[in-house]
């Protein structure tokens, strides 16, 4: 039995082994560790960056390849997607456009209000134009939250129907603005011991739909 992991990258594992995204890092994910210790081999394709409505979309794609799926929904204010062979990610810090999502060839530019990243230098200005809209214009977080409650329910729905386990991971859904400062500060991926205690706290209390 196999099971398809999808978030960002509190899911993925990051900087367990290795920074950002690393095929290493997922081994010591909680999502890995819970998996195998309900007895199904992990497929861990969550992807640092990532946003719920590209969560959901992936799931809907593949879940019927699969016997049981986790989703750790990521926080509310993210934009993610794909256009020609380049992944773009935004956050409230951060603006990103690369090829390789494992970005070990990139540029950086620093801002009083956000890090960019690109494997196009000349990316960065146009990521920073793009970031200061989606910041004023975007990230609405009651709009987010209905959203991605519609997208927990569809998936829900689509498992119960199809025969696919569903765990159901709230990692850090929050209002990002509700402490403004706190936009300026980035914070740190869990380490391996944490995973480790985040596996068996869900063990523990294992219900569908974790809120």
Not at 116 to 135: G, N
Not at 138 to 162: G, I, P, T, W
Request: charged share 25%; glycine share 4%; aromatic share 10%.
């Amino acid at each position: 039995m196999r099971s398809l992991i999808l978030g960002c990258s509190s899911t993925h594992g990051s900087d367990t082994a290795s920074p950002v995204y690393h095929i290493d890092n997922t081994k010591y994910s909680w999502a890995n560790l819970l998996s195998q210790k309900l007895g199904y081999e992990p497929d861990n394709q969550a992807i640092p960056g990532n946003s719920n409505q590209a969560i959901f979309h992936s799931a809907m794609e593949k879940l019927l390849d699969y016997d049981l799926l986790i989703v750790g929904w990521t926080g509310l204010a993210r934009e993610s997607w794909k256009y020609h062979n380049k992944n773009y990610f935004f956050t409230p810090n951060w603006g990103c456009c690369v090829e390789d999502i494992s970005m070990t060839d990139i540029y950086v530019k620093e801002s009083s209000d956000a890090t960019f990243v690109s494997d196009q230098e000349v990316m960065l200005e146009i990521l920073q134009a793009q970031h200061r809209f989606l910041l004023t214009h975007k990230f609405d977080y009651d709009e987010q939250k209905k959203k991605v409650n519609h997208y927990r329910s569809c998936l829900q729905l689509m498992c119960s129907a199809n025969g696919v386990r569903y765990i159901d991971v709230n990692i850090h859904i929050e209002n990002p603005f509700k402490d403004a400062p706190s936009l300026k500060r980035r914070p740190r991926h869990p380490t391996i011991d944490e995973h480790r205690e985040f596996a068996e706290q869900i063990l523990e209390t294992l219900t569908p739909n974790t809120i």
